[in-house]
Nanobody, 118 residues
Framework: QVQLVESGGGLVQPGGSLRLSCAAS????????ISWYRQGPGPERELVAR????????TYADSVKGRFTIFRDNNKNTVYLQMDDLKAEDTDVYYC???????????WGQGTQVTVSS
């Protein structure tokens, strides 16, 4: 049974921090590229951060570069998104996404709400 379960969302003040977690099960986690998306203003989700398999270099959206850090623990089958210096425009639903590098089979988590407000 394939599952991606996000946690760590909530309400935080501008300038504050949150750490999102995505716990994976039911597939070979270390062989999948893991990403965080957020819903954005339209129907198409926006890529926030991505970490590849092994020691590949993570990538970030320009809007979060320097503030967010994505990292993975393959022994725990978990990926994290450390969010610092949060801004009101970061408010959104954040989704964990896994994609096989060979098969391109993809999975989505259920999403977790992040609200940045004073």
């Amino acid at each position: 049974q394939v599952q991606l379960v996000e946690s760590g969302g909530g309400l935080v003040q501008p300038g504050g921090s949150l750490r999102l977690s995505c716990a994976a099960s039911g597939f070979i986690f270390k062989a999948y590229t893991i990403s965080w998306y957020r819903q954005g203003p339209g129907p198409e989700r926006e890529l926030v951060a991505r970490v590849p398999i092994f020691d590949g270099k993570p990538t970030y959206a320009d809007s979060v570069k320097g503030r967010f850090t994505i990292f993975r623990d393959n022994n725990k089958n978990t990926v994290y998104l450390q969010m610092d210096d949060l801004k009101a425009e970061d408010t959104d639903v954040y989704y964990c996404h896994a994609r096989g590098d060979i098969s391109s089979i993809a999975y989505w988590g259920q999403g977790t709400q992040v609200t940045v407000s004073s």
